[in-house]
């Protein structure tokens, strides 16, 4: 069966850092890639998808994911994190061939940003 | 715009009870989908609607759980003799033509 991982729980990093969250599937094949950000008292929102082609993909709010066929992850990554930036992010994908919207998620990944 | 639309948002009820949860997709959007997540976990899958019909519900964990989109539009979520593992937030997306999930805020379901 598919699976995500995220090994990290929780990532706490200061204001301005850089940051990269990380995340490896277990599937027969490449699936659809996802990232996706949920603040306290809102909706999960799409950060950034991969469907097929360059594998560094630029998403919404400054973040990027790059896919590695040879490691099977699906690393997010921004350059310079800002206050706003804590909250729970979640990888996710979807089989090939099924809905988009039928996804595995990780457990997430809550990040902590100080001052 | 109006985004996805869940109501109730915080469900109260004892064991054994039945409850509804409804959603409200984003105009247009044909497809529907019903997860699930427990404190500490991402979202699970359970079931996904094209249309009026339930294209997918291998997500159910039982057959205490079922859904209904009888118009093509607003969805329930339904859950019959509840049990205090059915506590979670029940999460409703819908999907765009790209393939983009938009997602509700969730209804949070507390079996006491």
């Known amino acids: 069966a598919q699976s995500v991982t995220q090994p990290d729980i929780h990532i706490t990093v200061s204001e301005g850092a850089s940051l990269e969250l990380r995340c490896n599937y277990s599937y027969g094949a490449t699936p659809y890639l996802f990232w996706y950000v949920q603040s306290p008292g809102q909706g999960l929102q799409l950060l950034l998808k991969y469907f097929s082609g360059d594998t560094l993909v630029q998403g919404i709010k400054g973040f990027e994911a790059e896919f590695k066929r040879s490691q099977s992850s699906f690393n997010l990554r921004k350059p310079s994190v800002h206050w706003s930036d804590a909250a729970e992010y979640f990888c996710?994908?979807?089989?090939?061939?099924?809905?988009?919207?039928?996804?595995?998620f990780g457990q997430g990944t809550i990040l902590t940003v100080h001052p | 715009g109006a985004g996805v639309s869940q109501t109730p948002s915080n469900k109260v009820t004892e064991k054994g009870k039945y409850v509804e949860l409804r959603c409200d997709p984003i105009?247009?959007?044909?497809?529907l989908y019903w997860y699930r997540q427990s404190l500490g976990q991402g979202p699970e899958f359970l079931i996904y609607?094209?249309?009026?019909?339930?294209?997918?519900d291998s997500g159910l964990p039982n057959d205490r759980f079922f859904a209904v989109r009888p118009e093509g539009s607003v969805s329930t979520l339904k859950i019959q003799r509840t049990e205090r593992g059915d506590s979670a937030v029940y999460l409703c997306a819908s999907r765009d033509s790209s393939g983009e999930l938009f997602f509700g805020e969730g209804s949070r379901l507390t079996v006491l």
């Open positions: 996710a994908v979807a089989t090939r061939g099924t809905s988009y919207g039928k996804l595995t």
């Open positions: 105009s247009g959007h044909t497809a």
């Open positions: 609607f094209q249309g009026t019909g339930a294209a997918d």
